[in-house]
């Protein structure tokens, strides 16, 4: 068992990495996969709130850096899911506390003894990132259908081909289908086509995220979440699964896709 | 017995030359050569090669003579006699041929153009090529992305980022796309940014006119601005 690194980033803060990094580890667990999470954010961590682990908390990654610890010693147990495991970031330091080679050497250690490996990177394209992307077999890159955000994903996309760990596949998160049918969203065509990378996944935009980020309860646990089914979706397409993607520009409804046939037909 | 005469057609006229005999049999055959095809001659000039004959001045007026009374002028003779060059040179005749202003090549088509590079790849943001000369993309030049060229920009995809062509002052410098949407555009000290557009237009090509950037569909029937590829 040989596991999969998987490294999460955008380029862009606040678009959902530490979200998908959450509920995609949560989703493959539920699919019986062995997944261990790493919050590479040192000195803005965050991946321990979304899952709710923040008060278990005893070693942190720069602990295992720096030999104050070891690598078990900071893996935090899921209190739901027993093959779901937490690497917390350090809070008191920051980037430079950890380097590339650092990440591959935890990441080597790691591969015999799991399936996933989930790292959630931190926004920017400095040391940071640099630390996220240095052991990732594939980089899962997220991003906003708004135009900055697709420019940060661009340029991320770039570095990644730079540094060949590219292209990787795309995540777009947090979609409104009525603004989109109303053209005041980019969508899925209009990005795929700037940014010309593999779609992983759609993510509507669902405020049962933001309830679940505050109980620690990661929305893919939730079977009536929307934004959790298509974080389950994405565990599956990771598995291999041919799950079709949704159509979030609102034409699931048969008359407004009949209305919009009919306003094509007559108008320029 | 006659001997062989050959008349061919050059640059200077016609060149008469003989086969084996002498100049008692040569002349003769000469004229019947002449008279069996009168026409053809008239008007010609003719030269004639007289190889190793060794032939005096009286010789030589005779020869003209009978080539005007025929209707062709001499100009020129050919000798290795030195003695017939010099009886030549006597008569006011020529001894050679005018050098030939054949070029030494033959017309060539093939044509050298300018420095240029090509990428062929999309170029991202944060991607920047900066280069002496013209630059050809292969691809998209997504926002964000940065073109510098001392020469012209050609874009076989979509042109979003920016672009400064003939950046060291060339306005004869272009910029084209298949689809002209830059997020800047310059050429040489003048700028513009894109005005919003719906559907794409189609191919364009940027230049500067009067002072003025324009940019117009592609024409394959108008020419770029000349020196656009100088």
Redesign the interface.
């Known amino acids: 068992m040989t596991a999969k690194v998987l490294t999460v980033t955008s380029g862009k803060g606040g678009v959902g990495k530490t979200t998908a990094t959450a509920n995609i580890g949560v989703a493959l667990a539920l699919l019986g996969q062995k997944v261990v999470c790493i919050d590479s954010d040192i000195g803005l961590r965050n991946l321990d709130v979304v899952m709710g682990l923040e008060n278990r908390i005893v070693y942190d990654l720069v602990d295992v850096v720096e030999g104050r610890a070891r690598l078990r010693q900071s893996m935090i147990k899921d209190k739901r899911l027993p093959e779901l495991y937490l690497i917390p970031a350090a809070q008191t330091r920051d980037k430079t506390a950890i380097s590339p080679s650092d990440m591959v050497r935890i990441c080597d250690e790691l591969r015999e003894e799991t399936d996933w490996v989930l790292i959630d990177s931190p926004a920017g394209i400095e040391r940071g990132f640099r630390n996220a992307i240095a052991a990732s077999d594939t980089a899962i890159i997220v991003t906003n259908p708004e135009v900055s955000a697709v420019?940060?994903a661009?340029?991320i996309?770039?570095?990644l081909?730079a540094e060949e760990k590219g292209p990787g596949k795309l995540i777009i998160n947090r979609i409104k289908p009525e603004l989109v049918e109303r053209g005041d969203m980019l969508a899925t065509a209009d990005i795929l086509?700037?940014l010309?990378v593999d779609l992983l996944g759609l993510v509507p935009e669902d405020e049962s995220v933001l309830i679940s980020t505050n109980r620690g309860n990661p929305a893919a646990l939730d079977s009536k979440s929307k934004a959790g089914q298509a974080y389950r979706d994405i565990a599956g397409r990771l598995m291999g699964e041919p799950i079709p993607f949704p159509s979030l520009d609102g034409t699931d409804n048969l008359r407004k896709r009949l209305a919009r046939l009919m306003h094509r037909g007559g108008g320029s | 017995m006659p001997v062989e005469v050959s008349v061919k057609g050059i640059h200077e006229g016609l060149l008469i030359t003989f086969g084996e005999g002498s100049w008692e049999e040569a002349f003769p055959s000469l004229l019947n050569h002449l008279d069996s095809k009168p026409d053809f001659f008239l008007g010609a000039n003719a030269i004639v090669q007289l190889g190793s004959f060794p032939l005096q001045v009286v010789d030589l007026a005779r020869l003209r003579s009978a080539l005007a009374d025929r209707g062709m002028g001499l100009r020129t003779v050919l000798s290795e006699s030195p003695a017939t060059v010099n009886a030549a040179k006597n008569l006011g005749l020529e001894t050679s041929l005018p050098p030939r202003e054949v070029p030494e090549t033959p017309l060539s088509t093939e044509l050298t153009g300018s420095e240029a590079v090509l990428l062929a790849q999309t170029l991202r943001s944060g991607n920047s090529i900066n280069f002496p000369g013209h630059v050809t993309v292969l691809g998209d030049v997504n926002p964000g992305a940065e073109i510098v060229a001392t020469g012209s920009v050609i874009v076989w995809g979509h042109l979003r980022g920016t672009v400064h062509a003939g950046a060291q002052g060339d306005e004869n410098a272009v910029v084209c796309a298949l689809d002209l949407s830059p997020m800047q555009l310059r050429i040489a000290g003048f700028a513009a940014t894109s005005p919003p557009r719906g559907r794409s237009s189609g191919p364009e090509i940027a230049s500067l006119r009067d002072g003025q950037l324009v940019a117009e569909t592609w024409n394959p029937k108008e020419k770029p601005p000349a020196h656009a590829g100088g």
Do not use: M, S, V, W
Request: glycine share 10%; proline share 0%; hydrophobic share 35%.
């Open positions: 420019r940060d661009d340029r996309i770039g570095l081909e086509e700037i010309a």
